[in-house]
């Protein structure tokens, strides 16, 4: 029977800016001071596992050129975040109203760029499957962390993330656990088999196969500096095509950061017309 380690003590401030370092280098994210807490938090039962005392080697350890596979562990643990189906309501209830009743009946794309879990982009799926359900349509979901694109694949959720899920998409769409499953909710394998996951890191340059309509890139500007911002934007809406929407998360503010776009609402924006 395995001896349980203690979590080590508060990563010192040292430790800390080797940390925002490395993860700025890595991913682009910038951690403020203040998430110090949220660090240790995230990291602190990983070091007790490997039986490391001091934030500084485990740090050693994700930096070296071997430490890949644990680095990778690192950012999922520290970039997962929880959501939920039908967050920030009133860009679906505008994709319903304005988007999708103006796009011509070919392809309609679009990406889901910090998908998280999964509940964005099935979100959409859903919301496709009803105002699209002749028409072709297909959705791409990116995410820096492997752990969460396993956990979205899989679409299976508790019943708290599916509040939101409007009464007939859920009996529609959702499968109601039983035993084991019992207080989660499966999503259908035809909406899971309509979206395609992938992993990606928004400071490169994606390489998709197609243009997209609709771009979502919410709830993920807020974790870097201005800079980087910028050069996730470009990198993004590289990938839009002309008259396109992208959406952004309500707390996060574009002010200077989209040069040409068209602003239809704070959180909503098109990219203009040849």
Avoid at 14 to 27: G, I, T
Avoid at 171 to 196: M, N, P, S, T
């Amino acid at each position: 029977m395995g001896v349980m380690r203690e979590r080590p003590a508060e990563a010192s401030d040292q430790e800390m800016r080797l940390f925002q370092q490395l993860f700025y280098q890595h991913v682009g994210i910038h951690l403020a001071e203040s998430k110090k807490p949220l660090l240790c938090g995230r990291l602190g039962n990983r070091l007790a596992e490997l039986g490391i005392t001091r934030y500084r080697d485990y740090h050693d350890l994700i930096a070296a050129p071997d430490g890949v596979e644990e680095r990778q562990r690192a950012i999922d643990l520290i970039t997962t975040n929880e959501t939920y189906f039908f967050r920030e309501p009133h860009h679906f209830e505008f994709m319903q109203k304005e988007v999708v009743p103006n796009v011509p009946p070919h392809g309609f794309d679009v990406w889901s760029a910090a998908c998280s879990t999964g509940e964005e982009p099935y979100t959409i799926a859903m919301l496709l499957q009803e105002l699209r359900p002749g028409a072709p349509w297909r959705v791409v979901a990116s995410d820096v962390s492997s752990r969460v694109l396993r956990y979205a694949r899989r679409g299976l959720y508790p019943m708290s993330r599916g509040q939101k899920i409007p009464h007939t998409y859920l009996k529609r769409y959702c499968l109601k656990g039983i035993g084991e499953y019992q207080g989660h909710f499966l999503v259908e394998r035809a909406l899971r088999e309509r979206v395609e996951f992938k992993q990606t890191n928004l400071t490169e340059v994606p390489r998709h196969n197609a243009r997209f309509d609709v771009i979502f890139l919410r709830n993920v500007l807020i974790y870097f500096d201005r800079p980087t911002k910028q050069k996730v934007l470009a990198n993004v809406t590289s990938q839009l095509r002309p008259g396109g929407w992208l959406f952004v998360g309500h707390s996060e503010s574009m002010n200077g950061l989209l040069e040409g776009f068209e602003s239809w609402a704070p959180s909503i924006h098109r990219k203009p017309l040849p």
